[in-house]
């Protein structure tokens, strides 16, 4: 019976170790995933009508829904982190530069705004194609990728480190956490105007797609 009992000892420690890992905890706050989920559900069943009336901009109305959803988790997240370091006696290694801090939550935000900004796009593709499993799937594993979840990023090689500091993904979990405990402070600059780019970029790319492909639409209701 003591094997066992020590064997859900350690898978409940490795979950500790997961759930406090400072990336894994800032991708829980990305509630974007939801925004394209939602989008392809209401363009197939014919409700997207509901969006196209409302007195809102369309991709505003998400952006607001998913930072009021990201804000709920944050704060539990906090009170459970709270509450296992009291318990357990466990010890974050924070960065105490209020330039690094500063600039982890610049990124952060800028990071859900593009990732709330592509889930949309890619949401916005049903009008188009009657599945877009496919884009999610793709767009998933460039995420966890990238973010350094499937791999460390620290065993890539230099030359696709560089490369993959053009992409925002590397940018919306991956930099605020290594900044969060004091490292990879020269790359903030680098960092907030590529991030920034992409943001603007979808921006547009957004308002395009939908004024175009918004007239192929022949749903019924609201």
Do not use: H
């Not at 197939?44 to 196209?52: A, D, I, L, P």
């Not at 105490?96 to 889930?119: E, H, K």
């Amino acid at each position: 019976m003591n094997k066992y009992l020590e064997i859900s000892k350690i898978t409940f420690k490795a979950q500790l170790a997961w759930r406090f890992d400072i990336n894994s905890f800032l991708s829980q706050l990305d509630m974007s995933g939801e925004v394209s989920n939602e989008l392809s559900t209401r363009i197939r069943s014919g409700t997207f009508s509901k969006y196209m009336v409302i007195p809102v901009n369309i991709q505003g109305y998400f952006m607001a829904q998913t930072a009021g959803a990201s804000v709920f988790y944050l704060i539990f997240n906090l009170i459970a982190a709270i509450v296992w370091i009291f318990v357990f006696g466990i010890n974050f290694t924070f960065t105490t530069d209020p330039r690094l801090m500063l600039a982890a939550l610049l990124l952060v935000l800028l990071g859900l705004i593009f990732m709330i900004q592509l889930n949309y796009f890619l949401g916005l593709l049903t009008l188009k194609f009657q599945d877009i499993f496919l884009f999610l799937m793709i767009k998933s594993n460039i995420v966890a990728f990238i973010a350094g979840t499937l791999v460390p990023l620290a065993l890539l090689p230099d030359f696709v480190l560089q490369i993959m500091r053009y992409f925002p993904f590397y940018y919306t979990s991956y930099l605020p956490s290594m900044l969060l405990i004091g490292r990879n402070g020269n790359e903030i600059g680098f960092g907030l105007i590529t991030l920034g780019a992409w943001v603007l970029l979808f921006t547009g790319i957004n308002k395009i797609t939908y004024q175009r492909l918004r007239v192929k639409y022949d749903g019924v209701g609201i």
